[in-house]
Structures are given as structure tokens and as C-alpha cells.
């Protein structure tokens, strides 16, 4: 399992009612049935992707969050709202943000760092825009439409009057290291972030 | 004749009637005090009798899903497509049965069969019966059969219908149910159509209010109608559009009024040929199965409470074309199930066939189907 998802399978409590907005082959889901008895549901639009998750006994509703939204799902439905490396891929992250905190009771959110030493020396470097391993893409044909820094998901979270409750980075080969921890925004590559809304 | 069937066939099956002799209390307040169950299956039953999948036909269907009864068969059981050695449901794996359920015209019990109370054909008196009904005949069809919990229980359309049921009405005696083009409930458009159909059949002069049978006639015509305007349902714009277009028989318009278009004699063949085969009394009856079954009625409409009592896995599929059940009505299924917390997946499925796609392999159906119960094998060592 990728680094990030060992961490996010830390901070989910055994037993949890969990969704997975864009949960791929459902790997994660599939770990946290078994070592967790969590219980829950992956969205997903890739068709082999969700092939993949039947085949494995993972719950998986084919729905895309840009068209259909999840309006399908009432408030406070879920322990935790995953949201793993597509959040920078969906036409409107704040939105999307509200809505994981209107069904789950903490939301967990992983995104590729655009501030990352790497992509800044890319651009100042070469003045293109940065391609890496992570953001394996041209302009023109990535997926990924919002691509944001760590500064500017806390300035969102702080807007939205958002609790961070723990964030972590890993750097490209998906390791956390003390490094990326010191110097998040210029050193990690992934961030990982759980998020609440502020208690009343 | 050929003198070979397809390697991935069942081959030649034979079907067998079951007579229960046991009294089966119906949703309308009547009484069967016996009946019969055409049944045909297709696989070995295993040992601890875990790996049986039962089918549920829709509305014109019957027991014959799969193989061919004689070598000179024209055509192959309504499923064959789905059931057989490496096909989805694998009959090298699963023990499959499928029968002809009751009310129904192929040899189950039903308005065209013998009431013994009488010595007559049943006709109008033979009771309305509900898709509850039917997977109460079901479960005693699984006792006979030593089979205590389903791996499966499969269905499209009206069939889904029966595999949701099935989840209800015995909780613990399915593992999985597939639920596919199928909806929760007729949607009044739905019922509109089905009243046009049945406006037909007892509008027949022939029709003698279902007691035909007596005068050695058919409601013909009607009954013709009934599948014209129900076929038409079946099929999406797209489709109907490919194979017919606006092509006609002749070159020039005749400015008459015989079939002149070809999808006017597709739809008058296809409506006598049915006419020919199936029973009006079992038509009426199957499109009041329709219109009635709604698990909902009875928690004042809230469908996640009726799923609540639930306890298999679901999958549940859906059409793009569909527009006769439509993905939306699969969706609000599926939002029932989720709010009920049954473990559930849902896909929408790409092609342009209508409601008939659920008949018709095309390459992501498989993929679903073939996938999802291979690890229903696994899950039951078959």
C-alpha cells in the first residue's frame, strides 16, 4: 500500500463508516474492511477501476463528483470522507471540501504539493510549466486543474473555519522524512491533511 | 441440424415440473392449495449445497434460460449469453436454476393450467399474484431443492425485482442479489404503459373477460398490441433508429395503410409471433406484478427502512439507453441501500439498446458480471 495510505489508515478508527470520493482499485478500502472492520462505499468513474473493486469485494458506486455531485447522501452519513490525490482533478475543491464535512465527521484529504522545490526551480528554471513524477502531465491534457501549495489549503481551511487536526508530508518516493516535516511547503511533495469543522 | 453445440453451451438440458402439494397463502388474501414449478438446472450442486444461483425471468421470460432442448433448437435459452461454462455465471462453478414462475403460460402453474376446484382452465379466476408471491414459491423451490442460502440470487427487469425482494422477504437465505435494469417501483409513466397493454387485451372481442380459452379462441389481436407497444419500450430511439431507420418495403410510398415502414413489420411480426406463444391472462397478470411490487408501501415510502432488514450484498446495474427503467431509478435504489448501509455497488453501464441491453453482452457487462461473481465463487469455495 502507498505510503500516504498507511498514514490515513493511522487515523481511522476501527469500525468507522468511511467513503472514499475517487477510491481507485479500492486498495484502501479493501485494507480497512479486513485489519479495521470499517464499513463504507468508494466513488469511482474509472470503469476498470471499479471492475477491479467488485472483483475484490470493495462497495463501489459509480458517480462523478463533477456532474452528479453527492448530493445523493445525507449530512453526518459517515465517520471520516477520504479524498485521496484527487482533489486538485475536481472542478470546484472548495465545494467539494464542504461537502465531505457535511456527510463525514472529519474529512482526510491528500494533494500534490505545487510548491514543492522541485516544481518551483522547474518553472523559474525553464519557465514551462512543471512536470514530475507525481504530475506526470502537459498543460494542455492534465487532469489536474487545481493544482495548490500547502499555504494556500490552510489559507482555504482557515476561510472556511476548518480544523486542521493533522497534516503530515511525504516526499516523492512517498516517505515521510523528518526533512519534508520541517520545511513542509518547500520539501514534501504529498500532502496529507484531516480536517473538521470547528466544534460550536 | 447442426450436429454441434457451442463449446461454452450447457448443451441439451430437459426441464422437470415439481408438484408442491403444500397451500401457499397469497398478497391478494387467496389460497393456492397446490401448485406446480417448471424448473430447469445447469450446473452440479456441491456438497454443502453453497454454490446454487437461482434466475428470475422478467415479464415474458420462462425456465429455459440456457442450452437448447433439441439439437434443432433455432435459438439458444433466453439467457445463454450469461449462463454456461465460462460465462458469467459460471455453470462449472454454480449450480444454476431457473424456473417458470408462477401464473406464469410455459408449465408453472397459472390462468391457462386446469383448477382442480373446477376441472376449467382457471382464466380470470386464477389469483393476481405479486412478485412477493413469487419468492415465497421460490424458497419453497429451494427447500425441495436442499438449498438453504442462494450464492446468488439474479435477476433483470422484473427479475430484479424478485432478487430485491428475495433480500426482504429472507434476509438469510442469500448471500448476493444482482439487481439489474430494474427500479424499486413503477413509475406512473411505467403503469401507463402497462394499462395501455392490458386496455388491449380485454378491449379484444376474442378476449371473452379471460375465458377464451372455453370459446377455443385468442385475444389475438390485443394480445399483439400488448407486446407492439411494450416492445417498443424495450428498445431506445438509438437503437430502433440503427436498425430500421426510415427504410420501407417498397420504394415509393403506397399512401395506404399496411406496414409500409420497416420497423411497422418488425413490430407486427414481433406482436404475432408473441400472440402465438404466450398467454394473454399470463400477460395481464405479469404486468400487475409490475405495477403492484413496491417494498417501500408497506414503510410509508421510505425504501432505506424496507432495505434495513437486509443483510446480502448487492449489486445492482443499470443502462445508459434504459429509459423504461431508467439509471435514475437504479440510482435511488442504490441511495436507499447506502442510507441503509448494505454493502452495495452500483455501475452504469454504456449501450445504446434500451432496456433489452440487460439480454445483450457487450464488453463492460461481462467484465462487471464475470468479475463479480467470480469472487461470489470464491467467496463459497465453487
Same mark, same amino acid.
Given at each position: ?14 469500525g ?10 479500492g486498495?484502501?478500502l ?45 449530512d ?12 486538485q ?7 467539494v ?13 491528500t494533494?500534490?504539493?505545487f ?26 491534457n492534465?487532469p ?12 482555504l ?16 518516493e ?10 513542509p511547503n518547500?520539501?514534501g511533495q ?11 | ?41 445447469y ?21 429455459h ?10 435459438k ?23 424456473l417458470?414462475?408462477l ?5 408453472s402453474?397459472?390462468p391457462?393450467?386446469?383448477?382442480p ?13 405479486t412478485?412477493?408471491d413469487w419468492?415465497?414459491s421460490?424458497a419453497m ?13 439474479v ?11 428475495w433480500?426482504l ?32 387485451i ?32 424495450y +428498445?431506445?430511439? =438509438?437503437s $430502433? ?8 418495403r @417498397?420504394q415509393?410510398?403506397?399512401? %395506404?395503410? *399496411?406496414?409500409e ?22 400477460y ?12 417501500a408501501?408497506e ?5 432505506a ?8 450484498e ?8 434504459d ?9 435511488? +435504489?442504490?441511495n =436507499?441501500m $447506502? ?7 452500483y455501475? @452504469?453501464?454504456?449501450?445504446?439498446? %434500451?432496456? *433489452? ?10 467484465d462487471?458480471?464475470?468479475a ?11
Open positions: 500500500m502507498r505510503t500516504d495510505l498507511q498514514i490515513i489508515e493511522q487515523w481511522i478508527q476501527p468507522s463508516h468511511v467513503l472514499d470520493l475517487g477510491c481507485g482499485e486498495a484502501l479493501d485494507y480497512l474492511q479486513r485489519e479495521k472492520q470499517a464499513t463504507g462505499y468508494g466513488l469511482e468513474i474509472n470503469p476498470d477501476h471499479i471492475t477491479t473493486c467488485m472483483s475484490r469485494g470493495v462497495s463501489v458506486i459509480e458517480q462523478n463528483l463533477d456532474t452528479q455531485g453527492l448530493h445523493n447522501f445525507e453526518q452519513t459517515f465517520d471520516v470522507v477520504l479524498m485521496t490525490q484527487a482533489l482533478a475536481v472542478r470546484r475543491p472548495d465545494h471540501l464542504d461537502e465531505m464535512l457535511r456527510l463525514g465527521r472529519e474529512g482526510i484529504v494533494f500534490p504539493n510548491a514543492h522545490w522541485r516544481l518551483r526551480w522547474y518553472l523559474m528554471s525553464r519557465g514551462r510549466m512543471p512536470e514530475s513524477e507525481t504530475l506526470p502531465y502537459k498543460w494542455y492534465t489536474n486543474i487545481h493544482l495548490c501549495t500547502f499555504k494556500d489549503f490552510e489559507a481551511c482557515h476561510r472556511k473555519n476548518f480544523r486542521i487536526l493533522n497534516r503530515t508530508v511525504v516526499d516523492g512517498q516517505r515521510d522524512r523528518w526533512l519534508s516535516r520541517l520545511w518547500m520539501l504529498v500532502a496529507i491533511y484531516r480536517i473538521a469543522r470547528q466544534e460550536d | 441440424m447442426p450436429d454441434s453445440l457451442p463449446p461454452d453451451s450447457v448443451g441439451i438440458v430437459a426441464p422437470q415440473t415439481l408438484h408442491f402439494n403444500e397451500p401457499l397463502a397469497l398478497a391478494c388474501g387467496q389460497t393456492l392449495k397446490a401448485f406446480d414449478l417448471v424448473v430447469e438446472t450446473g452440479q450442486l456441491n456438497a454443502d449445497a453453497s454454490n446454487a444461483v437461482l434466475i428470475c425471468h422478467a415479464l415474458s421470460g420462462h425456465h434460460a440456457a442450452g437448447y432442448h433439441r439439437m434443432d433448437d433455432r439458444p435459452g433466453w439467457w445463454d449469453s450469461c449462463i454456461g461454462p465460462g460465462k458469467p455465471i459460471d455453470t462449472n462453478r454454480f449450480f444454476v436454476v431457473s417458470n414462475n401464473g406464469g403460460c410455459n408449465g402453474t397459472g391457462s393450467s386446469i383448477n376446484d373446477t376441472d376449467q382452465c382457471y382464466g380470470p379466476d386464477f389469483p393476481v399474484v412478485v412477493k419468492v415465497t421460490q423451490l429451494a427447500d425441495r431443492l436442499g438449498i438453504s442460502c442462494w450464492a446468488a440470487v435477476g433483470g427487469s422484473l427479475g430484479g425485482m424478485q432478487a430485491l425482494q433480500s422477504t429472507y434476509p438469510d437465505r442469500l448471500r448476493h442479489a444482482l439487481v439489474i435494469a430494474s427500479t424499486p417501483r413503477l413509475t406512473a409513466q411505467n403503469i401507463a404503459f402497462n394499462e395501455v397493454a392490458r386496455k388491449a380485454t378491449s379484444d372481442p376474442e378476449f371473452h373477460g379471460g375465458r377464451y380459452y372455453d370459446f377455443d379462441v385468442i385475444p389475438r389481436q390485443g394480445l399483439m398490441l400488448a407486446r407492439m407497444v411494450g416492445h417498443i419500450t +428498445l431506445s430511439d =438509438a $430502433m433508429g440503427e436498425k430500421f431507420g426510415r427504410e420501407m @417498397e415509393a410510398y403506397q399512401f %395506404g395503410y *399496411d406496414a415502414f420497416q420497423v411497422e413489420s418488425y413490430l407486427r411480426y414481433q406482436g404475432e409471433r408473441f400472440s402465438e406463444t404466450f398467454d394473454a391472462n399470463t395481464l397478470l405479469m404486468t400487475k406484478a409490475l405495477d403492484y411490487f413496491d417494498p408501501y414503510f410509508n415510502g421510505n425504501l427502512r424496507a432495505l434495513s432488514e437486509a443483510r446480502c448487492f449489486l445492482v446495474l443499470s443502462f445508459s439507453t429509459w423504461r427503467f431508467t439509471p435514475a431509478r437504479s440510482e435511488e +435504489l442504490v =436507499a $447506502m442510507a441503509a448501509r448494505c454493502r452495495v455497488s455501475a @452504469e453501464i454504456d449501450a445504446p439498446w %434500451g432496456h *433489452d441491453a440487460f439480454l445483450i453482452p457487450t464488453p463492460r457487462y461481462t462487471i458480471f464475470t463479480y461473481l467470480d469472487r461470489v465463487a470464491r467467496e463459497v469455495r465453487a
